[in-house]
Nanobody, 122 residues
Framework: VQLQAFGGGLVQAGGSLRLSCAAS????????MGWFRQGPGKEREFVAS????????YYADSVKGRFTISRDNAENTAYLQMNSLKPEDTAVYYC????????????????WGQGTQVTVSS
């Protein structure tokens, strides 16, 4: 499956953004989806994941309660709704897919999309 993330931008602290990850291929609904991010000078970190039907979701502690991952299998698209954004959320965000969802940064999915920049100003 090929992935393309978009929806990043510049937002003030406390604001919201929704990232989208469009997938090509008929097998999208068979795969778990995830979001990762890499901030300036930081290592890549897990943000959230969702299983094939949306029945199970997992979040990093740093985003729990502020971010929501979802998917629309009819549209072959996954989303990351980001609310109450903080300057420390500034990063390049990547979407990824694999057969099962991971729960932390040890997960390295099979397929990755290009990143989309999110910048949160204070």
């Amino acid at each position: 499956v090929q992935l393309q993330a978009f929806g990043g931008g510049l937002v003030q602290a406390g604001g919201s953004l929704r990232l989208s990850c469009a997938a090509s291929g008929r097998t999208f609904r068979s795969y778990a989806m995830g979001w990762f991010r890499q901030g300036p000078g930081k290592e890549r970190e897990f943000v959230a994941s969702i299983n094939w039907n949306g029945g199970s979701t997992y979040y990093a502690d740093s985003v729990k309660g502020r971010f929501t991952i979802s998917r629309d299998n009819a549209e072959n698209t996954a989303y990351l709704q980001m609310n109450s954004l903080k300057p420390e959320d500034t990063a390049v965000y990547y979407c990824a897919s694999d057969t099962i969802p991971g729960r932390d940064s040890r997960w390295y999915p099979q397929s990755w999309g290009q990143g989309t920049q999110v910048t949160v100003s204070s």
